[in-house]
């Protein structure tokens, strides 16, 4: 039995198991909209995040602070494959080389098209920016929320978390860190 049919086959099993009629219409062909669901929802297994960087590194004397803030995204969590609904707020210093912007949300869609925990996220994003762009800083921030903590559990509605990651300069100066803190402060909650 192919992987496909495998996974189809586990859902009808979790549709059955809270009690639903496997046949009844509405559920036909829920099965296989649940596995490409999966398959774009995790996408970001087949991805490799320094390839879609270097496919847009440019030559720059700027050496300045570079902000894209608000990137919307949609994960799930590791613990219990719910969403998690937030926003990256990115920032880094150029060490001579920038990148195309639009690869900047690529690579969060890379991470949070995995399960994830948001702590980790953070530090996959920003590590591999700094690795990549080799920059003189990078600083990545994450408000998100968690649906493990709204639909099930404790059920705190509404409730942020926010995460951080610093390199270089935003870890070593205060006033680097500052800067992309107040910045990216107009932003949170939203």
């Given at each position: 039995m192919s992987k496909e049919l495998e996974f189809e086959d586990s859902v009808r099993n979790m549709l059955e198991y809270v009690g639903e009629d496997i046949n009844r219409e509405g559920?036909?062909?829920?099965?296989?909209?649940?596995?490409?669901?999966?398959?774009?929802?995790?996408?970001?297994?087949?991805?490799n995040p320094k390839e879609i960087i270097n496919q847009a590194l440019f030559t720059s004397s700027n050496d300045e602070m570079v902000v894209i803030k608000d990137i919307e995204f949609y994960s799930m969590c590791e613990h219990h494959m719910l969403p998690i609904i937030g926003k990256a707020h990115i920032a880094y210093i150029p060490n001579g080389k920038v990148v195309g912007l639009s690869k900047i949300p690529r690579i969060v869609d890379v991470f949070a098209r995995r399960l994830q925990i948001q702590e980790q996220m953070t530090e996959q994003i920003c590590d591999a920016l700094h690795e990549t762009l080799n920059p003189k800083g990078v600083a990545v921030m994450i408000d998100a929320r968690h649906m493990c903590m709204e639909m099930r559990g404790v059920q705190k509605i509404c409730s942020t978390t926010v995460t951080s990651a610093l390199r270089g300069l935003f870890k070593r100066e205060k006033k680097t860190k500052d800067e992309f803190l107040a910045i990216v402060a107009q932003s949170l909650h939203k």
């Open positions: 559920l036909e062909k829920t099965p296989s909209r649940v596995r490409k669901a999966f398959e774009f929802m995790c996408s970001g297994y087949n991805q």
